[in-house]
């Protein structure tokens, strides 16, 4: 039986110099996106050896992104003042939602208002006034 990790970035892995300005140089670069390539290719046959597991892996990870959201910009609709965390979502108040999902995918949304407390962008709504907002 062969290593799941036989050929993963554990193998190998170059020290990476950089330069006066911090940054790789070409060839390294080069280098570094093959590991990446790699990484993904073994994380993927991870996952899918043993689904289950990544997938709870994963609801923690959303959980967890969720909490920090509620944190960052509250934990209750900004309209109506609705409690229940089940239905409360994230809204754009400039009405840039679809393009913002497509550009960055629902989690990469999550991490984009994550970075940095922007209340003229983002808000908390409960789903009813999320539909009436529209």
């Known amino acids: 039986m062969t290593s799941i990790l036989s050929d993963s970035i554990y193998d190998e892995r170059p ?13 390294q670069y080069v280098d570094y996106l093959g590991i990446l390539e790699k990484k993904k290719m073994v994380m993927k046959r991870l996952r899918d050896r043993n689904p289950e597991k990544y997938k709870e892996i994963a609801r923690k990870s959303r959980l967890k992104k969720r909490k920090a959201l509620f944190n960052l910009y509250g934990d209750r609709c900004a309209i109506c003042g609705f409690l229940d965390k089940r239905a409360l979502t994230l809204d754009h108040i400039q009405k840039n939602g679809k393009d913002e999902r497509q550009k960055y995918g629902e989690q990469g949304v999550y991490k984009k208002a994550l970075q940095k407390y922007r209340p003229d962008l983002y808000r908390i709504l409960c789903m009813n006034c999320q539909f009436i907002y529209r």
């Not at 020290?15 to 140089?25: K, T, V």
């Open 15 to 27: 020290a990476f110099s950089r330069n006066h300005q911090g940054e790789l140089s070409t060839w």
